[in-house]
């Protein structure tokens, strides 16, 4: 983790530099500070990786032409930061602020925007606003199936939240249909659109709602098939973003 922090201060140092004489390169600013964001957020340190965003959040608002769709993305990372770290009334906040900002801009359509509204469901869930939170992971999949068909991973992985969602309010009925679909559409995917973490979380999810209806041996198949998946997999390697990436609900 070490290495990895200092190689992405060193890139975050450039891309400063660049961005200091090239205010057309604030983006690609922003792609690095995200990288060690993550990775500051992944040893526990979530003031710095705030820092990180703030400052980005700075250089974006003080461009001569401002960029809507930037500043969005920055505020939804903002708003991931803060889910993470526990502080769920900030989070859900900024992931508002983002959406405010894209409705003046004329965003609404966008995957980024879909991507805010299946995150900010994921926030009213734990705050325990089911109907905000239905309302929004069913605008979100709306955009998805409009943008990539239904065969699709981020469609996939709203179905996934929905079922969680029921489960949650043991709706056991609704939350094995929609699993069943995302686990449908998974297990489609070719290798490169499908990551092996999310296949293995939907058939964790199965498998606790296959045991809550009393299908044990279903339910065993499943976790069986989960554990499988999870030890060939490895490794944590953030990517540069300029947005908050889509949520998986875990909290089966």
């Not at 769709?69 to 992931?95: C, N, P, Q, V």
């Not at 969602?165 to 699993?179: C, N």
């Not at 044990?216 to 990517?239: L, T």
Request: proline residues 2%; charged residues 30%.
């Amino acid at each position: 983790m070490e290495r990895q922090i200092a190689s992405a201060s060193r890139s975050v140092e450039e891309a400063r530099r660049l961005a200091y004489h090239d205010p057309i390169r604030v983006g690609a600013l922003v792609e690095q500070i995200s990288v060690l964001a993550d990775l500051r957020q992944k040893e526990g340190d979530f003031r710095k990786a705030e820092s990180l965003y703030r400052e980005a959040l700075f250089r974006a608002q003080e461009l001569r032409k401002q960029d809507p769709d930037l500043l969005t993305g920055i505020y939804s990372l903002l708003a991931h930061l803060y889910d993470r770290w526990g502080r769920m009334d900030k989070a859900a906040e900024f992931y508002e602020l983002a959406l405010k900002i894209s409705a003046e801009n004329g965003l609404e359509e966008s995957d980024k925007v879909a991507t805010i509204k299946n995150n900010l469901a994921m926030i009213f869930k734990q705050l325990r606003k089911f109907e905000r939170a239905e309302g929004y992971y069913c605008e979100a999949l709306e955009t998805f199936q409009r943008l990539d068909g239904e065969q699709s991973a981020r469609v996939a992985s709203v179905y996934n939240n929905l079922g969680v969602l029921y489960y949650s309010h043991m709706d056991v009925d609704r939350a094995q249909v929609m699993h069943e679909r995302a686990l449908a559409i998974r297990q489609n995917l070719h290798e490169g659109q499908m990551d092996p973490a999310d296949l293995s979380q939907t058939f964790i999810n199965l498998g606790a709602v296959y045991k809550a209806a009393g299908d044990f041996q279903k339910a065993e198949a499943c976790v069986d098939r989960a554990k499988r998946i999870r030890a060939a997999m490895n490794g944590y390697h953030p990517n540069p973003r300029r947005s908050a990436s889509l949520l998986i609900d875990k909290s089966l």
